[in-house]
């Protein structure tokens, strides 16, 4: 079983900065894939960031240049660090999970780019 907890969510101004952690339970290392999802409201869940086994990464056209996803094996976490905020970075953002072709999914942070 994998569970995942996101935190660092809040608000910023725009052109600011946050960085958004996932702690996961279970077995960090079997994970095939892990990264961030983000659902505005009215909208649809979109991928922000992803990273697969290996080490290859891919991102939202929108937040490409700005958003980066990394882990750190020994904490059991993936981060997204996410720079030079727009208003329109306002979601609950989603740490995202695969194993064994099974999705897992935290409970949502929110994050609010405002002045």
């Known amino acids: 079983q994998v569970q995942l907890a996101e935190s660092g969510g809040g608000l910023v101004q725009p052109g600011g900065s946050l960085r958004l952690s996932c702690a996961v339970s279970?077995?960090?290392?079997?994970?095939?894939?892990m990264g961030w999802y983000r659902q505005a409201p009215g909208k649809q869940r979109e991928l922000v960031a992803i990273?697969?086994?290996?080490?290859?990464?891919n991102y939202a056209d929108s937040v490409k240049g700005r958003f980066t996803i990394s882990r750190d094996n020994a904490k059991n976490t993936v981060y997204l660090q996410m720079n030079v905020l727009k208003p329109e970075d306002t979601s609950v953002y989603y740490c995202?999970?695969?194993?064994?072709?099974?999705?897992?999914w935290g409970q949502g942070t929110q994050v609010t780019v405002s002045s």
């Open positions: 995202y999970a695969r194993r064994s072709s099974i999705d897992y």
């Open positions: 279970g077995n960090f290392f079997s994970l095939d894939t």
């Open positions: 990273r697969i086994r290996g080490g290859n990464t």
